[in-house]
């Protein structure tokens, strides 16, 4: 199903979110009060997009 090739990790605050690679478009990964959370960025897999990915992430 996934492909997870290449992954990132940032924390926020408190919060540790992974950037996945799945069939070549980025994905976010996070657990929350025990609960695992996934969200489609649905941007191609490039240095410069997991940057934009991670700081997409920061400002929930």
């Given at each position: ?24 478009r980025?994905?976010l990964?996070?657990?929350?009060e ?27």
């Amino acid at each position: 199903m996934a492909s997870t090739s290449k992954s990132g990790s940032t924390k926020s605050g408190r919060k540790l979110v992974k950037v996945e690679n799945d069939d070549g478009r980025l994905r976010l990964r996070w657990n929350y009060e025990g609960k695992r959370y996934a969200m489609a960025v649905g941007l191609p897999d490039t240095a410069v997009n997991r940057t934009f990915a991670k700081r997409l992430f920061e400002k929930f």
